[in-house]
């Protein structure tokens, strides 16, 4: 093992070793990183979440002037409950040329191969600044990393480039979809389960509307293709549904929840101005002739924008190059990348490890993946001095 891929290896295990599940705070990672930089000499900015538990950390290698390279990648990562891990997933455990742990993938291994890349960065005379980007929350809506995005330019100084280091095997994206996540609330009328036609059954309503939106989907899927996107169209799912107190009572209230993942030119909201048509015409005139009361509301709980990079982006250009290929691919989950474009940093996603591990049991990232990123940080580095 180099001294590189060792440093790399101790780097991950450390990185790993906090639980940074989204819903716990990532202030521990956060400080070794900060006093990791600052044994190099690197000074880091805090942007502390609302309520202090969480924060993004900035911090600048060779120059604080806007320009320069953007590494970015979140700390927080997916709960392992409800999973069947063979090891540990907070102890990183190697077996078969692979890591295995918890974010091995999505997406600390990114995070190691950068630091241990800072040596390499901060002994040289770089002609611009790498900045080094850390979120959290990006794993429940991309919210984490938005008041560190408001601020480039301001008083953070603006990279030309963004490299987000989600994991892509390495491979060149250059576009993913967008999502718009929504909660649909029925309220109709409780009644005793032996005369139901005196209440307005809230989930039988939701069961009409969750029908719906798998019909609309159906027609999506015939009328979109994107031979880019796998699949070529966007989606509909409904993710979660609760309603009903007892078997013997007719529901007053029923929710769930569901999302849009569309192609980036597809034109957002028209499911839920669709859905909003199917229930004003085809179930609330029968609900309100029992109650005036009876609603269907449905709130917007998030948007994460679709990423298209711009035409002759020089952040695509630059990963081709560091690649060494002339290939850009599309996905269809999304990452931060598309606030960072939509911020005026162009950006491309390029990170070690495969999606398909993420968020899975005994996630993992390999040993191979981790030197392909490692080799294209030092590719990196050189061409900040040449
Ligand atoms: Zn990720």
Request: proline share 5%; with cysteine; net charge negative.
């Amino acid at each position: 093992m180099t001294t590189s891929q060792s440093k790399v290896r101790e780097l991950l295990a450390t990185l790993v070793g906090f639980d940074t599940t989204s819903s716990k705070s990532n202030l521990a990672l956060i400080a070794f990183v900060e006093d990791y930089l600052k044994s190099h000499r690197i000074g880091s900015l805090r942007i502390p979440s609302p309520d202090g538990a969480k924060a993004d950390l900035f911090a600048s290698i060779g120059g604080s002037g806007n320009g320069g390279i953007g590494l970015s990648g979140h700390s927080d990562c997916v709960p392992v409950e409800g999973q069947r891990w063979t090891s540990d997933p907070f102890t990183l455990t190697a077996r078969d040329g692979k890591f295995y742990a918890r974010g091995a993938c999505d997406m600390k291994g990114f995070l190691a191969c950068v630091l241990a890349s800072v040596p390499l960065f901060e002994t040289r005379a770089l002609k611009e600044p790498v900045h080094v980007i850390v979120s959290y929350d990006e794993e429940v809506g991309c919210t984490g990393v938005r008041p560190l995005i408001a601020r480039l330019g301001e008083d953070l100084p603006r990279p030309r480039a963004i490299i987000v280091g989600e994991p892509t095997s390495m491979q060149v994206i250059d576009a993913h979809k967008r999502i718009d996540a929504y909660r649909t609330r029925v309220t109709g009328r409780e009644a005793h389960s032996s005369l139901p036609a005196l209440g307005v059954n809230a989930i039988s309503a939701a069961a009409a509307l969750v029908g719906e939106l798998d019909r609309i989907g159906a027609e999506v899927a015939k009328t979109e293709n994107d031979p880019r996107f796998e699949p070529p169209y966007s989606t509909l799912s409904v993710g979660t549904i609760k309603g009903g107190t007892a078997g013997n009572i007719v529901p007053k209230t029923c929710e769930f929840q569901w999302q849009v993942r569309s192609l980036p030119q597809a034109k957002p909201g028209e499911a839920e101005r669709d859905l909003a048509t199917f229930a004003e015409k085809a179930l609330l005139p029968k609900m309100k002739q029992v109650t005036e009361e009876a609603a269907v509301e449905t709130t917007s709980l998030n948007t994460i924008p679709a990423f298209v990079a711009g035409a002759g982006s020089g952040a695509v250009a630059l990963a081709l190059k560091l690649t060494g290929t002339d290939q850009t691919h599309a996905v269809s989950y999304t990452t931060e990348a598309g606030l960072f474009e939509q911020a005026g940093c162009p950006s491309v996603i390029c990170g070690p490890g495969d999606i398909a591990q993420a968020h899975a049991a005994d996630e993992f990232v390999s040993v191979e993946q981790l030197g392909v990123c490692m080799a294209f940080l030092a590719g990196l580095a050189r061409e900040l001095v040449a």
